[in-house]
């Protein structure tokens, strides 16, 4: 069964460094998603875009965020200069045009010392 | 503002017993539901959802329930087992299906 990656499983970082997650979506999936997850804390939608290009994004996406679909394969998401209190898991999800169902990644767990 | 909660932050049940996860939601617009399942370490894993024209959905060993009037919807798991065991999510969906999902229920299956 198709399923979406994500890459690295765990990233850890300093405090002010840039960081870059990775995503592969499902092939024939054209919405993609980035959500985050504070440890013991609800799943948070951060951006969705489509037609390379954002189409929502929530007050969490702030100038230090940005997303990109760099080929026809990888969605990242893009931190330049982090902070303490974006360590979380982050999650891509992906879905296609006929359905809502969004499916998940396993998430990169983003440490940020 | 968070728009959809669930009642109850954890839920502990016997293994082969009935299991109820609820969820309340807020914005009576909101016209399509989905649970997701979260094991630990892994991502939201899609249970089933329901749109606002039904009461009630099955799937294998799970029911969606919806009403409306109060705003409520429940998960209901037949015959719990050790592997159900997990955090539970009910999520709203919004305009271009971005997800709002609610704080999760933990359940533990005692074998």
């Known amino acids: 069964e198709p399923e979406v990656t994500q890459t690295p499983s765990h990233q850890v970082t300093q405090m002010g460094q840039e960081v870059i997650l990775r995503c592969v979506p499902i092939?024939?999936?054209?919405?993609f998603y980035w959500y985050r997850q504070i440890l013991g804390q609800k799943v948070e939608f951060l951006v969705s875009?489509?037609?390379?290009?954002?189409?929502?994004k929530s007050e969490i996406f702030d100038d230090q965020f940005s997303v990109e679909r760099p080929d026809g394969s990888n969605f990242t998401l893009k931190i330049r200069s982090t902070k303490l209190e974006d360590s979380a898991m982050y999650f891509c999800?992906?879905?296609?045009?006929?359905?809502?169902?969004?499916?998940f990644g396993p998430g990169t767990r983003l440490t940020v010392t | 503002g968070e728009s959809v909660g669930l009642h109850l932050p954890t839920l502990s049940v016997q293994e082969g017993d009935n299991s109820i996860i609820n969820c309340a939601y807020s914005?009576?617009?909101?016209?399509?539901f989905i649970w997701y399942k979260q094991e630990s370490g892994k991502g939201p894993q899609f249970i089933i959802d329901?749109?606002?024209?039904?009461d009630k959905r099955q799937g294998q060993r799970v029911t969606v329930l919806l009403n409306k009037t109060v705003k409520h919807l429940s998960l209901q798991i037949a015959a719990t087992q050790p592997g159900d065991s997990a955090v539970y999510f009910c999520?709203?969906?919004?305009?271009?299906?971005?997800?709002?999902f609610g704080a999760g229920t933990t359940v533990t299956v005692r074998a």
């Open positions: 092939s024939n999936h054209l919405y």
């Open positions: 914005n009576s617009a909101s016209d399509y």
């Open positions: 329901i749109r606002s024209n039904m």
């Open positions: 875009f489509y037609n390379n290009e954002i189409s929502e």
């Open positions: 999800a992906s879905r296609d045009s006929a359905k809502g169902e969004q499916y």
């Open positions: 999520a709203e969906n919004g305009p271009d299906y971005k997800l709002s």
